[in-house]
């Protein structure tokens, strides 16, 4: 079972800037699309950024213009580059793996930005 490991979040002040990983256990073939969620607490998880296999975007319009994801196929890792940092980005986030006959998770790490 392929597992999927996020790091880099933390605590930040409005305006700041964080770097998320999500590295795979393994090579994973036949990508779809990659992305990360996020699910503040009481509301449902939401998709902040994706990649298809082609490369191609696509942002939660919350997050356009501050927020890049890229991927790294030699390291097998995804990233987010979160800049300008609001509190309302206070969330865990997941980095998510989909291909025609799976979905990965990963465990989620907690980004909480305040003052």
């Known amino acids: 079972q392929v597992q999927l490991v996020e790091s880099g979040g933390g605590s930040v002040q409005p305006g700041g800037s964080l770097r998320l990983s999500c590295a795979a256990s393994?090579?994973?073939?036949?990508?779809?699309?990659m992305g990360w969620y996020r699910q503040a607490p009481g509301k449902q998880r939401e998709l902040v950024a994706s990649m298809s296999s082609g490369g191609s975007t696509n942002y939660a319009d919350s997050v356009k213009g501050r927020f890049t994801i890229s991927r790294d196929n030699a390291k097998n890792t995804v990233y987010l580059q979160m800049n300008s940092l609001k509190p309302e980005d206070t969330a865990v986030y997941f980095c998510s793996v989909e291909g025609t006959w799976y979905h990965f998770w990963g465990q989620g790490t907690q980004v909480t930005v305040s003052s």
């Open positions: 393994e090579r994973i073939f036949s990508i779809k699309e």
